[in-house]
């Protein structure tokens, strides 16, 4: 099991900036990739950003060049700094954590938070 404590979100004003952060904790040894979704009202939920072990990154389209994952090995903390924010951006973000034990992978959750962007 993995636990995920999400921090950051919030209202922004367009063009602005947001962190979000989330802290592993639990079977954090079996982790093998963190990243972040989003959900706006009336949408699926859409990868936004993740980062393997190995440091490989991967994007949305959406967000390249705006937004920036990384990730701090040693506290199990995954952060996404968000740049230049619109309205397109606006929705829960949802920290995501992808375990794997041999041929068994497993997907944990935090709960969520809002970031809210203003015209």
């Known amino acids: 099991q993995v636990q995920l404590v999400e921090s950051g979100g919030g209202l922004v004003q367009a063009g602005g900036s947001l962190s979000l952060s989330c802290a592993a904790s639990?079977?954090?040894?079996?982790?093998?990739?963190m990243g972040w979704s989003r959900q706006a009202p009336g949408k699926q939920r859409e990868l936004v950003a993740q980062v393997t072990n190995d440091g490989d990154t991967n994007y949305a389209d959406s967000v390249k060049g705006r937004f920036a994952i990384s990730r701090d090995y040693a506290k199990n903390t995954v952060y996404l700094q968000m740049n230049s924010l619109n309205s397109e951006d606006a929705g829960v973000y949802y920290c995501n954590v992808r375990t794997r034990v041999l041929l068994k992978s497993m997907n944990y959750w935090g709960q969520g938070t809002q970031v809210t962007v203003s015209s």
């Open positions: 639990g079977s954090v040894s079996r982790i093998e990739s």
